[in-house]
């Protein structure tokens, strides 16, 4: 079946510009997770959903980052005016059961450089 | 740090060798996990272990779990070259949605 899709699966973006990650997680996963990998590290957890509701938002590292799940399915990741630090591979990831700490099912990736 | 730290940072063998990946951690999990990532790519599952569990076994992969040592190791035998990849280890925490991921060895496996 269909995986955890992401787009763009690549962004440029001018430092400033505000830019917007989709992901598309396997159908009736319950739970959707954001993480942001720096070159040559680990995944570094930034949000939770479980449907549509945001329960941990913690790992959000600044207020220009935003996430939503109107629907509770599609998430996007908002990060307006961005900066060179933010430059990092943006994963998805969804897990079907509402306790979120099993098995969690990873998309591509949205590779962001900002310039 | 809650994260778990897998040794050692790069691994390098011939094909057809084992190839042994340790994680530790800090605090008492729920469960641990070990996801593979190719270049460029997002990660794959490999193994879920939990807290009360000991050994889990999978194809080529065998991972076990110490509690009071607070550490996990891979181990993946008659390595191929296919293998080359970075492996992670994530631990789950009760109570907490998330998982926490270590910085990952990073394996060559030369045909």
């Not at chain 1, 159908?27 to 930034?46: K, T």
């Not at chain 2, 460029?40 to 939990?50: E, K, S």
């Amino acid at each position: 079946g269909a995986g955890v899709s992401q787009s763009p699966r690549y962004k440029v973006a001018k430092r400033g510009q505000d830019v917007a990650l989709r992901c598309d997680p396997i159908s009736g996963h319950v739970s959707l997770f954001w993480y942001q990998q720096a070159l040559g590290q680990g995944p570094e957890f930034l949000t939770y959903f479980q449907n549509e509701a945001q329960l941990d938002k913690s790992g959000l590292p600044s207020d220009r980052f935003f996430a939503e799940r109107p629907e509770g399915s599609v998430s996007t990741l908002k990060i307006q005016r961005t900066q060179q630090e933010d430059s990092a591979v943006y994963l998805c990831a969804s897990s079907r059961p509402s306790y979120s700490t099993d098995t969690q099912y990873f998309g591509p990736g949205t590779r962001l450089t900002v310039l | 740090s809650q994260q778990g730290e897998e040794d050692p940072q790069a691994l390098s063998i011939q094909e057809g060798e084992n190839a042994t990946m340790n994680c530790s951690y800090k605090t008492s999990i729920n469960n641990l996990q070990w996801y593979r990532q190719n270049s460029g790519r997002g990660l794959v599952h490999l193994i879920l272990i939990r807290s009360n569990e000991r050994e889990k076994h999978s194809g080529r992969l065998r991972v076990t779990l110490d509690t009071s040592k607070k550490s996990s190791s891979l181990l993946i035998t008659a390595s191929r070259a296919a293998d080359t990849a970075s492996y992670f280890c994530a631990t789950g925490l009760y109570n907490f949605n998330k998982f926490y991921f270590g910085s990952g060895t990073k394996l060559n496996v030369k045909p």
